[in-house]
């Protein structure tokens, strides 16, 4: 197989030709799918035309109507190029596909019983030859046909114009999409499936009709999908003034899916993860990550569909934003201080591990080879946090001005990332230039903040330093914009407003804003009458690491008086995290301060949200822990301190533990954020609990492992009895597995929370799992609740004798030829391998020369392994 070459952002050029019109037929059969393609080319600049095309057979071509022969055209394992055409003409090739034979998920597909399609970001090239890249934006005609009996739905983008029956047992469905959209965006599928039917009436008072289709028997399951899409279409109305473009929107829930969901123009094609939901068989977390992903493909259809990516350097043009929009849609809909958190400990346990790695890339990438491997946490999540900074330096309001003016000006158009920028920029009284770096540099920017008080002078200095390590291929950084959000305190928590400095300013949030800019700053305030506690980086509000001299105590003081939930917690976060440090570098047990378990009492018996207490008692995990160890990880020392804490704190506090939990005991079972609150608390009360005093607890989690009708009870209770390794672990393991052998999704709980653990038997319970006959390496969320868990389990992953490695390295050979998508995946935590002992180093080393080793390597892990063993000194070149 040929190498894949690398594409440059700096070699964009317009194609050719472009697509106006495509007329697909498309004769769906297991073995031998026929795509007929018409389409209508106009030249646009000099050149050849080079459609692009894999793993295709191809059948017939003509030109205006007149076969061509094979010798008037080149036909490559990834093109067909014809050179004399004229400049204006229709193409009608034919091609024949097998998507039974499609393990990949790329393209045209089998999921369980129906066929459907991924097309993003290059798998419309599977299906047919075609200009498949996002800049070329056609208007798509589709006609379906298949066996009636199994597949009596066909569906795809736009509305239905016509349907009907064809002889020997088959019928067809033509559809018509009048918005012009890149290939990228089709989508088709067929089968037999249960439907629910609602509508949507949208602020102008057009009905909408909503369709959700789900795996027969699944139809009670799809409920909360449903008022999670009317929610998603109001918020954006109301918020964003963006409203829905077609008369139809149908959402497809598939088994096979490679990622969450896809945003297919009028027809989202969803992991039945984010589809299917009850109380029965759902947590109240999947609960929230299906409302979010709805409203995420959602709010794509303005942000993605309308307005699309030039090029897939862009990705974050539409990734970025759309996620900024769904958290957003989040914390208006239920806790905001959650949602942030939740957000913030993505990126540091990690984007911030991508950005210190050897595939560190800014948001805006400038090197591809495999599109795939592009679609990732830098993109993504720091994506929305660069958006998120836009909006903290504008405004809401100044925000929703650029949103309207990059609206008018690019609707209907495939643009860049510089576009966007430019519109908030022209609608705004700003300059965004040295903003956008964000866009360039890659690597996670420290910031150091000094605090100095003249108490005789009054006089308050503050100084500040910005600096990005190196980053493979770019080691000269400069300086970013950070907006620094802040509150000062004094030490009777009262909040103290700095007022001196022209530089400073009150924001809408209620903090104040400080906007770095410069390596390093300097801000004097005078006759400050106390030396204050500053809260900095309030909401996380630059994607950096920062370094304060702000203390222990000082830290309790944040933690019961932060006006802000997300400052108590993040006060919270930082005394762990200095305890934590200190006993890894002193070789010693975790010790909590009488003062610390004082101020952690309180924060439980105090009148705040239960989910707040709930996350304030989720100790940083060992990942994050690592993050500050970026050579010669101390693992061992890493282990011992984050299980020392865990014990210090149930030790400490298991009277206020027993208390809360007793008190907390006869909560409501309702979906409501107040008994979803009432559980996760619930739940950490318990975790410590049963930590403490296992065989005490043993018995009350076994029987609330046997709890009917709430999923959040009993996968709370099997993760407890598994961590711990409670006297019941095995009987609740089985009595769970036995319950819900015939629930896939529900069985990924099972598997994933075998793969967390934290004990060492870990990796050993791991390799028999894989031979479970409800385990499969075909289908991607099987994968990834077993595999993908482990992979992130870095204490196990790394267990010394290099069993970890060896299962996870024999997975990803296996998965190489089966979805290399989903290979690519799990070859995140091998990347690291320069920051450990020189024994894993070498271990590690060895199973990426030997995964380089294999005949017919995919291109998506060549091109991760090639930048891991990239030497250290071309690596940051
Ligand atoms: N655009 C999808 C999203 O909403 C991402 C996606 C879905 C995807 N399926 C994919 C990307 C397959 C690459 C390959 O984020
Ligand atoms: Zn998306």
């Given at each position: 197989?040929?190498?894949?070459?690398?594409?440059?952002?700096?070699?964009?050029?317009?194609?050719?030709?472009?697509?106006?019109?495509?007329?697909?037929?498309?004769?769906?059969?297991?073995?031998?799918?026929?795509?007929?393609?018409?389409?209508?080319?106009?030249?646009?600049?000099?050149?050849?035309?080079?459609?692009?095309?894999?793993?295709?057979?191809?059948?017939?071509?003509?030109?205006?109507?007149?076969?061509?022969?094979?010798?008037?055209?080149?036909?490559?394992?990834?093109?067909?190029?014809?050179?004399?055409?004229?400049?204006?003409?229709?193409?009608?090739?034919?091609?024949?596909?097998?998507?039974?034979?499609?393990?990949?998920?790329?393209?045209?597909?089998?999921?369980?019983?129906?066929?459907?399609?991924?097309?993003?970001?290059?798998?419309?090239?599977?299906?047919?030859?075609?200009?498949?890249?996002?800049?070329?934006?056609?208007?798509?005609?589709?006609?379906?046909?298949?066996?009636?009996?199994?597949?009596?739905?066909?569906?795809?983008?736009?509305?239905?114009?016509?349907?009907?029956?064809?002889?020997?047992?088959?019928?067809?469905?033509?559809?018509?999409?009048?918005?012009?959209?890149?290939?990228?965006?089709?989508?088709?599928?067929?089968?037999?499936?249960?439907?629910?039917?609602?509508?949507?009436?949208?602020?102008?008072?057009?009905?909408?009709?909503?369709?959700?289709?789900?795996?027969?028997?699944?139809?009670?399951?799809?409920?909360?999908?449903?008022?999670?899409?009317?929610?998603?279409?109001?918020?954006?109305?109301?918020?964003?003034?963006?409203?829905?473009?077609?008369?139809?929107?149908?959402?497809?829930?598939?088994?096979?899916?490679?990622?969450?969901?896809?945003?297919?123009?009028?027809?989202?094609?969803?992991?039945?993860?984010?589809?299917?939901?009850?109380?029965?068989?759902?947590?109240?977390?999947?609960?929230?990550?299906?409302?979010?992903?709805?409203?995420?493909?959602?709010?794509?259809?303005?942000?993605?569909?309308?307005?699309?990516?030039?090029?897939?350097?862009?990705?974050?043009?539409?990734?970025?934003?759309?996620?900024?929009?769904?958290?957003?849609?989040?914390?208006?809909?239920?806790?905001?201080?959650?949602?942030?958190?939740?957000?913030?400990?993505?990126?540091?346990?990690?984007?911030?591990?991508?950005?210190?790695?050897?595939?560190?890339?800014?948001?805006?990438?400038?090197?591809?080879?495999?599109?795939?491997?592009?679609?990732?946490?830098?993109?993504?999540?720091?994506?929305?946090?660069?958006?998120?900074?836009?909006?903290?330096?504008?405004?809401?309001?100044?925000?929703?001005?650029?949103?309207?003016?990059?609206?008018?000006?690019?609707?209907?158009?495939?643009?860049?990332?510089?576009?966007?920028?430019?519109?908030?920029?022209?609608?705004?009284?700003?300059?965004?230039?040295?903003?956008?770096?964000?866009?360039?540099?890659?690597?996670?920017?420290?910031?150091?903040?000094?605090?100095?008080?003249?108490?005789?002078?009054?006089?308050?200095?503050?100084?500040?330093?910005?600096?990005?390590?190196?980053?493979?291929?770019?080691?000269?950084?400069?300086?970013?914009?950070?907006?620094?959000?802040?509150?000062?305190?004094?030490?009777?928590?009262?909040?103290?407003?700095?007022?001196?400095?022209?530089?400073?300013?009150?924001?809408?949030?209620?903090?104040q804003l400080y906007v770095l800019s410069d390596s390093s700053a300097t801000l004097t305030f005078t006759e400050v009458e106390q030396e204050p506690i500053i809260a900095w980086l309030e909401n996380f509000s630059a994607p950096v690491k920062l370094q304060t001299s702000v203390n222990t105590e000082e830290l309790e003081l944040l933690l019961a008086h932060g006006e802000q939930e997300v400052t108590r917690w993040e006060a919270a976060q930082q005394i762990y995290l200095t305890c934590l440090r200190q006993a890894v570098t002193n070789q010693q047990p975790v010790q909590l301060s009488a003062s610390q378990l004082r101020a952690l009492t309180k924060v439980l018996k105090a009148p705040i949200d239960n989910a707040l207490k709930a996350l304030i008692f989720t100790l940083p995990s060992a990942e994050e822990l690592l993050e500050y160890y970026p050579e010669n990880a101390p693992l061992d020392a890493i282990e011992r301190a984050v299980k020392t804490l865990a014990h210090a704190l149930a030790n400490g506090l298991q009277e206020v533990f027993a208390a809360t939990f007793e008190a907390l005991e006869s909560q409501s079972e309702q979906l409501s954020g107040k008994a979803m609150a009432a559980r996760a608390l619930r739940q950490r009360c318990l975790y410590f609990l049963a930590l403490a005093k296992p065989h005490d607890y043993s018995p009350v989690v076994a029987q609330q492992a046997l709890t009917q009708g709430n999923m959040t009870l009993q996968q709370g209770a099997l993760e407890i009895a598994v961590q711990h390794q409670l006297p019941c672990a095995e009987q609740v393991l089985a009595e769970f597995a036995e319950q819900w052998q015939e629930t896939p999704l529900v069985m990924d709980k099972w598997f994933a929370v075998q793969a967390n653990a934290r004990h060492p038997e870990t990796v050993k319970r791991v390799a028999q799992l894989l031979d479970h006959p409800k385990f499969s390496l075909r289908n991607p969320n099987r994968v990834y609740a077993l595999l993908a868990s482990f992979s992130r389990n870095s204490l196990r992953f790394h267990q010394e004798d290099g069993s970890g490695y060896k299962l996870l390295q024999r997975i990803i050979t296996q998965l190489n030829t089966l979805n290399p998508q989903v290979a690519s995946r799990l070859i995140t935590p091998f990347m690291q391998w320069r920051r450990f002992d020189t024994r894993r180093q070498s271990m590690l080393k060895q199973s990426l020369v030997e995964l380089q080793q294999l005949a017919d390597l995919a291109p998506d892990l060549d091109e991760k392994i090639t930048s891991a063993l990239q030497s250290e000194e071309t690596a940051s070149q």
């Amino acid at each position: 197989m040929s190498k894949k070459l690398a594409k440059y952002r700096s070699d964009y050029r317009a194609p050719a030709f472009t697509i106006e019109n495509v007329h697909l037929n498309i004769d769906l059969d297991d073995h031998a799918t026929r795509v007929r393609s018409q389409l209508q080319l106009k030249r646009q600049a000099p050149g050849a035309l080079e459609l692009d095309g894999e793993h295709l057979e191809l059948i017939t071509l003509a030109v205006d109507g007149v076969l061509r022969s094979a010798d008037s055209y080149e036909v490559t394992d990834k093109q067909l190029i014809l050179t004399e055409i004229p400049d204006e003409f229709t193409l009608d090739i034919v091609t024949q596909i097998d998507p039974s034979a499609n393990s990949a998920l790329e393209g045209l597909y089998k999921s369980g019983g129906a066929f459907c399609t991924q097309c993003e970001a290059e798998g419309f090239r599977r299906i047919t030859y075609y200009l498949d890249r996002p800049d070329v934006l056609a208007v798509f005609t589709t006609t379906l046909s298949a066996d009636s009996e199994h597949f009596p739905f066909l569906l795809s983008n736009g509305n239905l114009i016509d349907e009907g029956k064809q002889d020997n047992g088959r019928h067809y469905a033509t559809w018509h999409d009048p918005h012009p959209k890149p290939a990228y965006l089709f989508a088709l599928v067929a089968g037999d499936f249960d439907r629910l039917e609602d509508h949507y009436h949208t602020l102008e008072g057009r009905d909408v009709r909503l369709e959700l289709f789900v795996d027969k028997g699944n139809l009670s399951r799809a409920n909360y999908a449903m008022e999670s899409l009317k929610r998603a279409m109001q918020w954006d109305e109301e918020r964003f003034d963006l409203a829905y473009d077609l008369d139809r929107y149908m959402v497809v829930a598939v088994e096979f899916f490679n990622m969450g969901a896809m945003e297919n123009k009028g027809l989202n094609i969803f992991n039945s993860k984010y589809v299917l939901a009850d109380q029965a068989t759902a947590t109240d977390w999947d609960f929230v990550h299906v409302e979010s992903v709805i409203g995420h493909e959602y709010f794509h259809n303005w942000t993605g569909n309308r307005i699309t990516c030039r090029d897939w350097f862009q990705l974050s043009l539409k990734e970025g934003l759309t996620v900024f929009r769904d958290q957003e849609f989040s914390s208006d809909l239920g806790s905001r201080a959650v949602h942030r958190i939740d957000a913030i400990r993505v990126m540091r346990s990690f984007q911030f591990n991508e950005d210190a790695g050897p595939m560190a890339h800014p948001i805006r990438p400038d090197k591809v080879i495999e599109m795939n491997n592009f679609y990732t946490v830098t993109v993504y999540n720091k994506g929305a946090e660069v958006i998120r900074m836009l909006h903290t330096l504008l405004g809401e309001q100044g925000f929703q001005h650029g949103m309207q003016l990059y609206r008018q000006r690019h609707d209907g158009q495939a643009v860049t990332c510089e576009d966007f920028v430019a519109a908030m920029e022209t609608a705004n009284p700003v300059d965004l230039q040295q903003f956008r770096r964000w866009y360039s540099q890659a690597g996670t920017p420290q910031v150091r903040i000094e605090q100095r008080y003249d108490a005789a002078q009054g006089l308050l200095t503050l100084t500040f330093e910005q600096m990005t390590p190196a980053t493979p291929g770019q080691t000269a950084k400069a300086p970013v914009v950070i907006p620094l959000l802040f509150s000062a305190y004094t030490h009777a928590g009262e909040r103290l407003l700095l007022t001196d400095s022209a530089q400073v300013n009150d924001h809408e949030s209620g903090s104040q804003l400080y906007v770095l800019s410069d390596s390093s700053a300097t801000l004097t305030f005078t006759e400050v009458e106390q030396e204050p506690i500053i809260a900095w980086l309030e909401n996380f509000s630059a994607p950096v690491k920062l370094q304060t001299s702000v203390n222990t105590e000082e830290l309790e003081l944040l933690l019961a008086h932060g006006e802000q939930e997300v400052t108590r917690w993040e006060a919270a976060q930082q005394i762990y995290l200095t305890c934590l440090r200190q006993a890894v570098t002193n070789q010693q047990p975790v010790q909590l301060s009488a003062s610390q378990l004082r101020a952690l009492t309180k924060v439980l018996k105090a009148p705040i949200d239960n989910a707040l207490k709930a996350l304030i008692f989720t100790l940083p995990s060992a990942e994050e822990l690592l993050e500050y160890y970026p050579e010669n990880a101390p693992l061992d020392a890493i282990e011992r301190a984050v299980k020392t804490l865990a014990h210090a704190l149930a030790n400490g506090l298991q009277e206020v533990f027993a208390a809360t939990f007793e008190a907390l005991e006869s909560q409501s079972e309702q979906l409501s954020g107040k008994a979803m609150a009432a559980r996760a608390l619930r739940q950490r009360c318990l975790y410590f609990l049963a930590l403490a005093k296992p065989h005490d607890y043993s018995p009350v989690v076994a029987q609330q492992a046997l709890t009917q009708g709430n999923m959040t009870l009993q996968q709370g209770a099997l993760e407890i009895a598994v961590q711990h390794q409670l006297p019941c672990a095995e009987q609740v393991l089985a009595e769970f597995a036995e319950q819900w052998q015939e629930t896939p999704l529900v069985m990924d709980k099972w598997f994933a929370v075998q793969a967390n653990a934290r004990h060492p038997e870990t990796v050993k319970r791991v390799a028999q799992l894989l031979d479970h006959p409800k385990f499969s390496l075909r289908n991607p969320n099987r994968v990834y609740a077993l595999l993908a868990s482990f992979s992130r389990n870095s204490l196990r992953f790394h267990q010394e004798d290099g069993s970890g490695y060896k299962l996870l390295q024999r997975i990803i050979t296996q998965l190489n030829t089966l979805n290399p998508q989903v290979a690519s995946r799990l070859i995140t935590p091998f990347m690291q391998w320069r920051r450990f002992d020189t024994r894993r180093q070498s271990m590690l080393k060895q199973s990426l020369v030997e995964l380089q080793q294999l005949a017919d390597l995919a291109p998506d892990l060549d091109e991760k392994i090639t930048s891991a063993l990239q030497s250290e000194e071309t690596a940051s070149q």
